[in-house]
């Protein structure tokens, strides 16, 4: 009985408690239902928020990847300007070094007075070996006229040589220039040709003693073409330059109006060549002009030839070849007029760098040196007189280098060109 009753208790508390575990199931069951949305609001948002970190960081790369290429070509930018500025800097100082290369050139052009002394030294040298074959050609072939053309003749071969492989710079002339360059080579050949002429007919040192007047006509010719005026002790200069040189020649001479004359007429000639060929130098270079002039020059010389030697030529030709050997013969006029073309090539460079006067009394001083180089080579002794002479005709080329620097300021233009 006691456990019917305790069974009849116990089934009720049964069903309680299976109620109880059923309502907590059902109450979880709808409990996990509702939250199911925002399980999955949650989930759509950690998706979401993942995009979005995905989305930045892809950003983020192109932004570094721009950010990389953009400094990839700043950075070429500036390899390339730095190459350039290195290879502009490179050139520079290829240049610099080409020009320091040669230390002659780079003194000279540092030393403007130097390259000018170069030019009066190499045109003494050549000067005096081209006085010395020129004369002796003339002792046993005495056509000065024939000789001349053959100087430029030879002229004409050196300056083809210099055009055609481009040691010197070929300019091409105008028609102007071309006429006005008439006048200074027709000056050119006729001082050349009379200077010749003198040369064949007296000493070499009587010919150079009268050819010291050239500065007095240089001075003469400046004030007529261009109205330059010197002041008065400048042209006193002049005057122990000129007497210093005829004394120290005064043992050599051998008088002859005909050498006289064709020497005193070379002087006007060639004084007024130097004046007009400085003015066209401003419109062409002096080796260019010098060419040029040659060119022409040779055109008067010809009907020279046949005008004064024309009938005797051949005859004096054939006589020199007997004496001499055609080959050596041959030599003797290359020589001579390659030391000719090449003498008067350096005076137009140091024409170029000084005024005419001092053009002029620098032939002057090349006429000391040839004169007592001629005097060696001919044999012809020295005497007191002649040392003392040219004693006096150095001293007076200095002088009048110094006068004419003091006295510059006061050089006068009275007319123009």
């Known amino acids: 009985m006691h456990a019917v ?8 508390a049964a069903r309680a408690r299976a109620s109880a575990r059923a309502a907590n199931a059902t109450t979880s069951s709808h409990a996990f239902a509702a939250a199911a949305p925002a399980r999955a609001n949650a989930a759509r948002a950690r998706a979401t928020a993942s995009a979005a970190r995905a989305s930045l960081d892809a950003r983020s790369t192109s932004s570094r990847a721009s950010s990389f290429t953009s400094n990839a070509s700043l950075a070429n930018a500036l390899a390339s300007r730095a190459v350039k500025t290195s290879r502009g800097r490179v050139a520079v100082v ?3 070094s080409a020009a320091a290369g040669n230390p002659v050139t780079a003194f000279l052009k540092k030393n403007p007075a130097a390259e000018t002394a170069a030019y009066f030294a190499l045109w003494y040298y050549l000067n005096i070996q081209f006085n010395i074959i020129n004369k002796q050609i003339y002792n046993y072939f005495p056509y000065p006229w024939f000789v001349s053309a053959v100087h430029l003749a030879v002229g004409l071969l050196i300056m083809t040589f210099f055009w055609t492989t481009r040691l010197v710079k070929f300019e091409t002339p105008d028609s102007e220039f071309m006429k006005d360059v008439t006048l200074p080579s027709f000056l050119h050949a006729f001082g050349h040709c009379l200077t010749n002429v003198s040369f064949a007919a007296v000493a070499v ?4 003693t009268i050819k010291t007047l050239e500065p007095v006509f240089s001075a003469a010719g400046t004030y007529l073409v261009s109205g330059t005026v010197y002041a ?5 200069s002049l005057i122990p330059v000129i007497g210093g040189v005829a004394l120290a020649s005064a043992t050599e001479l051998s008088f002859t109006w005909l050498g006289f004359s064709c020497a005193m007429a070379s002087n006007v000639a060639f004084s007024a060549r130097a004046i007009f060929s400085k003015k066209l130098m401003s419109r062409m270079s002096p080796l260019n002009l010098y060419n040029f002039v040659t060119i022409v020059s040779l055109m008067f010389c010809i009907p020279f030839v046949f005008i004064f030697e024309g009938s005797t030529i051949m005859a004096g030709i054939q006589s020199a070849v007997a004496l001499k050997g055609q080959k050596e013969f041959i030599i003797a006029l290359l020589k001579c007029g390659a030391f000719y073309h090449l003498y008067n090539q350096v005076a137009y460079q140091a ?3 000084v005024e005419p006067v001092t053009h002029a009394v620098g032939n002057v001083g090349k006429r000391i040196f040839v004169i007592g180089f001629s005097i060696i080579a001919f044999g012809n002794k020295i005497s007191p007189q002649t040392a003392v002479g040219s004693a006096i005709a150095v001293l007076g080329a200095g002088l009048y280098s110094y006068v004419k620097n003091k006295y510059a300021d006061q050089t006068k233009q009275i007319k123009s060109d």
């Open 232 to 236: 008065w002790p400048v042209y006193a």
């Open 5 to 12: 009753a305790q069974s009849a208790i116990a089934r009720p």
């Open 94 to 96: 290829a240049n610099a």
């Open 205 to 208: 040192s009587f010919t150079h």
């Open 351 to 353: 024409l170029g760098k």
